[in-house]
């Protein structure tokens, strides 16, 4: 549980890494016992099939062994 978290069952952790995103992102993910992967999408890309997901996320989400929300980056 984060420290001072309100909410016992629920745990999270932030990571900052250098690299290629898609490499590192994986490795995380299949390295550690994670429930879920949170990653948000940026939509720079004008492409129809990047539109919905972003062309980063959308690489992430195919591989991926465990369940992943894609979510919108704040602006």
Known sequence: ???GSDTPLLSYEVKVEMGEA???VLFEAHSENY???IISK???RLSVKDA???DTARRVVRPCKIPVMVVPLAK
């Open 1 to 3: 549980m984060h420290p």
């Open 22 to 24: 898609l490499e590192k």
């Open 42 to 44: 940026h939509g720079h």
């Open 35 to 37: 429930d879920l992967l």
């Open 52 to 54: 919905v997901i972003g």
